[in-house]
């Protein structure tokens, strides 16, 4: 099996509210100081949206690796110092263990100097303003409630949720601006394509979930096999991807009519499990780094 499986008309993944939220993004970018990008830091390379170097271009920028908590911390490590080397600010938080502090550091070190800037020019002092952009279901509405200390904004574990841009002020001198999530019209290179797939940033209804599930069954046995023979107790895993996602089905009792393996059913599972972290923590294997 390849992975060009996802090779479909791009308008499937890049549905017409993505042109609109590039919009809203575009429109509100002139009053902010500083933008944060979450990539998800399963698949940093990944998850970072090529056409943001174009909008963005001299914005003050810092990058947060979201979701570290699902992820090998070691090799998190290595990417922020391969952003470091490219002179770009880069930490790697969890937005569903309590406010990240060292983003929040990066932030008011990046906001000081703007702030500084105005003083400087006689401007009244205001709060600073923080753009949070990245990739559908990355966990920007996540990250906001957790430095608001309160759900401000709508969450879920799916993708396209934030459908419209939503200020949220944190004490006086904070004000961050979610946006809705977004992606490009074209993956030059269709592994790409499938990590978002995995990671659970395209609308599952535009790929087919079996395939994708296969794909991913067959990564995680390359790279944490014994998560896989452990999570659905296996006897073994030397079979295919098809074979080993039809004893899932078999041991999670995923049966239609006249026993047959409901192999939809087992592939959500499979996953639903991932994208929650129960198939193990790790970062998938990307080219570039
Ligand atoms: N484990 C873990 N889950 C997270 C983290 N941050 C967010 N999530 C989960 O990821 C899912 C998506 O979170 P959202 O905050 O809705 O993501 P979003 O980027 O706002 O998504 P859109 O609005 O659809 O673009 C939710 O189920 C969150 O609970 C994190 O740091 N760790
Ligand atoms: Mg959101």
Redesign the pocket.
């Known amino acids: 099996m390849t992975e060009d499986i996802l090779d479909l008309p791009a308008l499937q993944w890049y549905p017409g509210h993505m042109k609109r939220a590039k919009d809203i993004i575009l429109e509100n970018l002139k009053l902010v100081d500083v933008v944060v990008e979450?990539l998800d830091?399963r698949a940093p390379l990944s998850s970072k949206n090529p056409m943001l170097d174009e909008i963005l271009e001299n914005k003050t920028r810092i990058i947060a690796m979201?979701?570290?908590?699902?992820a090998d911390k070691n090799i998190l490590k290595k990417y922020t110092a391969y952003f470091r080397e490219k002179g770009i600010k880069a930490v790697y938080?969890?937005?569903?263990?309590g406010a990240p502090k060292n983003l929040l550091r990066a932030v008011e070190t990046a906001a000081e100097e703007k702030t500084q800037k105005w003083v400087k020019n006689g401007a009244k002092p205001r709060a600073a303003r923080v753009m949070i952009l990245?990739?559908?279901?990355?966990?920007?509405?996540?990250?906001?409630?957790?430095i608001a200390g309160k759900n401000k904004?709508?969450?879920?574990?799916?993708?396209?949720?934030?459908?419209n841009k939503q200020w949220v002020k944190i004490g006086k001198n904070l004000e961050l601006l979610?946006?809705?999530?977004?992606l490009w019209p074209k993956f030059d290179d269709p592994k790409i394509g499938l990590n978002l797939a995995f990671l659970?940033a395209i609308n599952d209804e535009v790929y087919d979930n079996e395939k994708v599930a296969v794909l991913l069954i067959e990564k995680i046995k390359n790279i944490a096999n014994e998560n896989l023979i452990a999570r659905y107790k296996l006897q073994t895993t030397e079979k295919s991807g098809e074979e080993i996602l039809e004893d899932i089905g078999k041991k999670r009792g995923c049966l239609v009519k006249g026993g047959a393996v409901d192999t939809l059913k087992a592939a959500k599972i499979v996953l639903t499990e991932f994208?929650?972290?129960k198939l193990g923590e790790y970062v998938l294997p990307e080219d570039g780094i």
């Not at 979610?178 to 977004?182: A, K, M, N, Q």
């Open positions: 979450l830091a979201n979701k570290a908590d699902l938080i969890s937005s569903t263990g990245g990739i559908p279901n990355v966990g920007k509405s996540t990250l906001i409630n957790s904004a709508k969450a879920a574990d799916t993708p396209g949720v934030t459908r979610d946006t809705p999530g977004i659970g994208r929650s972290g």
